[in-house]
Structure formats: structure tokens, C-alpha cells
């Protein structure tokens, strides 16, 4: 599976899900200080633009989020927190999830201090805490703002947080029209992506210019969704809800019918407040694994 991909394998696996949610906002940025771009045409890939930008108004994000996964017949459910701070050049990020499935209490935490991302797992049978050295990434030139934009090649959920999840949701996904709804006492876009054609050649390793879903559809890895939904707030744009969902077999209608692999949602959220520096700092005591060298190896691989 191409790196481009795990964007979506790490949602899967480290992220959040609430079935009725009733999310708070609160210490947000007032008009009079920060204007928002907001579309007014509602095309979906323009208020895309306009959210991903929207993330460099906040001096710092907070925001509690719940996880809930059906994959391979696994059932995962678990909350987790959210934190962002600082600019985008400068950008800290630590997110962290605790899961629960018949197999047990997995533990994912991933902390970005602007020069390290730090990587810990914890499972009911082993503990791992990995490395990724950011700063060597930017001086071989590959961990770059234009290279985490264009690619998403270095897992950029990770590296730019929910910056980085739009941004590779984007690039993997062609939106239509967004539509104005109300959910949750909220006003928000409702939209929904389908994959490009040139992001189904390189998952399904076939290149066709005309897709037909019905051609594809039944191809696709276990991980990999026919559909991504998305719930924008109607004025910040700052999303509450991302919909990673499958198309089931026929029903006795004889059509087919969505189901989710996996929901995000992000609830509690607040703007501009306090965040202590030592939230960013290394997770976990245990010896750590420096596996930087393989992400510039597997740069090198892709670019020859």
C-alpha cells in the first residue's frame, strides 16, 4: 500500500467517534480580530481551501473526540483529545486515543513537537515508542510544507494534524456541491467525496480513465472507503465530523447501501486557549525506535 494511503489506516486506527454528540464551541476568535474565508458557492472543493487555511486564524485548538471502527469484523470504540498550538511553520500537535475491542485496551498517542513526532503504542501484549526526526526530513527536503501539502507522503494527519487530514482527504477525493444543513443545533456544510481517478490507479494498480463505480467498488482493500463524508461548521468551517464509508452488497431492493468503517467526530472544541508546552513533550519513558531513515529511504524509492 503507497504511503499517500495511511492517512486514512491511521484515522482508522487512532482517531475518534460519537454517535449523538452535542459538541461545544467556546474562546473562539471574534470577528473583529480574525476574519474567516468562508465560500459562498458552496462547492465543496472550495470550502475545502477555505477550511484548511481557516487552521492557521488559531493561536491553539483543544478539542475531546471519540473513535468507533468497524473493520474486518472488528469493532473498536474509544474517546481521545485533541491538542494544537502554534503556527503552521512552527505547528505543535499531540493526539491521543484510547480503544476498546474484544481483544483488549489499545492505547495510540502521537506528539509532534515542531522538530520530533513521537509515535507510542500500547497494545495487551507489547509497549512501542517510535521516532520520526522532522528536522532531518525538512534538511533532505522532503518533509517540506509544499512536499506534506502536495502528497501527504509523510503521514501528515501526524505531522500538520487535522490541517493535514483535510488536506489529504483532498488531494485522495473529488467533492460535488455542499449542502446547508442542521445537525446538532449546528449549521453546517454537509458534503461527499468520491476518489479521483488517479488515486484509484494507484490503489487498484490500473489505469482507466473512465471508472465506473460498480467496476471498482469490490476491488478496493478492506481499509479503503468507496466514500468520504465531511460536516463543516457553516461560518469557522471547522470540521466536526469526517464519514469514512463502504458501499454493502445488494439489498433486497437489489441496491446497494453505505456503511461506515469509521466515524470522526470532535467534540468540546475550543480556540486560542492556554496549552501547556509539556503536552508536546515525549509520551513514554521507554526506549524509542528512530525509524527516520525509512521514511527517507521510502522517499527516495518513490521519487526514482
Known sequence: MSQRFSILTILMLAYAFPIAADGQEGGGPTSSRKKLVVASDASGDVLLDSAIAAFDNYQSITATT?????????HLFGPGTYLQKGPRDRRQVRSEMILRGRAGKFTFTQVNDSNRLWLFEETPETSSLKLIDLQRLRDSGIGTENSLGSSARFDALRIRGLAGLLKGIQDGFRFGRAVKIEWNDKSVWAMRGVWRDSMLTQILGVNNEAWDSSQWRDQLPPWAPTEVGLLLDANSLFPYRFEFLTHLGGNPQGQSQLEPIAILE??????DIAIDDGQFDRPSDIRPTDVTKDYLRKATTDDK
Open 266 to 271: 470532535l467534540l468540546e472544541i475550543r480556540f
Open 66 to 74: 471519540r473513535l468507533q471502527v468497524h473493520l474486518r469484523g472488528h
